[in-house]
């Protein structure tokens, strides 16, 4: 089941958030650290104003470990928030988390309450896998499609932690348009969002550009593709993608090239780095001034 986050439902959540935040002591913010800047909404920090924030890289297994690196330090420079690679299943990780929670919240005037946290994050980054590991018990449903997480939790972990569930889902947001093709590579949105190949070719044209070693050898391909269409191209004829008449099936290698993606068959592959989406940011921005401009030269 998919959340389709119409401007209704959007307000609904923005608003029970809000209402919560007051009764929180600690935002835990999960993102995928495969593409942390894409799959973020800026309305968590809005949101969490000055209270401290953890942000948590979590499946950090299929990422490029050099580049959770960079991402690490990259949030630790923001205000008031900590930020931590996670394998959400990881028992020893998992208590570090509570190990920070802990102290991130020891700032409480009466120190024998709980601290209160809220897990924040867009479909499908592991929010309730987290939550069952923090509980050590299953308490959230998971599941690899976006939305099961159910509203209205509280759960006392019995550990001087409890934690506030959903109002924290909130929806990726798309004003980058590359944000967008990052989120349907890594199978955090709905893959009828963009055309499935588009979607591939978005990715081999990033792999060629960054990992081309790593999909060179896990498809066996003789020479380094030129173009993403080369190389979409060449897995179908490695993987017998073949329609009749022995027509490529691009439809189907699309498929089989973003399900290696997503497993890490390819490799551990981070899908965006500081220094890129910084570059995109800056580019973004000097386009709006652009059109600003043009805008008021109009008679
Ligand atoms: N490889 C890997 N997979 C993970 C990790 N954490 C969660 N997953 C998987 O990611 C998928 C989504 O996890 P959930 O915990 O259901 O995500 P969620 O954020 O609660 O999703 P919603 O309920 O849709 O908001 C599941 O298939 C999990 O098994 C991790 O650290 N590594």
Redesign the pocket.
């Given at each position: 089941m998919a959340?389709h986050w119409f401007p209704g439902h959007m307000n609904k959540a923005r608003k029970k958030i809000a209402e919560a935040m007051p009764d929180i002591d600690l935002v835990i913010e999960?993102l995928d650290a495969r593409l942390p800047f894409s799959s973020t909404n800026p309305m968590v920090d809005e949101l969490r104003s000055d209270k401290p924030c953890i942000k948590i890289l979590?499946?950090?297994?299929?990422a490029d470990p050099a580049v959770t690196d960079q991402w690490v330090k990259y949030f630790s420079q923001q205000h008031n928030t900590q930020a931590m690679p996670?394998?959400?299943?990881?028992k020893k990780q998992v208590k570090k988390v509570i190990q920070l929670c802990k102290k991130l919240g020891s700032h409480r005037s009466n120190k024998k309450l709980a601290i209160r946290v809220m897990i924040m994050?867009?479909?499908?980054?592991?929010?309730?896998?987290?939550?069952n590991a923090l509980a050590g018990r299953q308490i959230?449903?998971?599941?690899?499609?976006?939305?099961?997480?159910k509203a209205n939790q509280m759960i006392d972990l019995k550990n001087g932690i409890v934690l506030s569930d959903t109002p924290g889902?909130l929806w990726p947001k798309f004003e980058n348009e590359l944000s967008g093709y990052r989120l349907a590579a890594s199978g955090a949105v709905k893959d009828t969002a963009i055309e499935y190949t588009d979607v591939a070719l978005f990715a081999l044209d990033y792999l060629l550009q960054h990992y081309s070693q790593a999909l060179v050898s896990r498809f066996k391909m003789k020479a380094l593709p030129d173009t993403a269409e080369q190389a979409l191209n060449t897995i179908a004829a490695k993987r017998g993608c073949l329609r009749p008449g022995g027509i490529a099936d691009l439809h189907k290698a699309s498929e089989l090239a973003l399900h290696e993606l997503r497993s890490a068959k390819i490799g551990l592959i981070s899908l965006e780095t500081p220094a890129m989406v910084e570059g995109e940011l800056a580019e973004l921005e000097a386009a709006r001034l652009a059109a600003l401009e043009a805008d008021e030269q109009q008679p």
């Open positions: 959340i999960v979590n499946k950090a297994d299929l996670l394998v959400a299943e990881d994050g867009i479909p499908n980054v592991g929010k309730s896998t987290l939550i959230a449903r998971t599941g690899n499609e976006p939305a099961v997480t889902i």
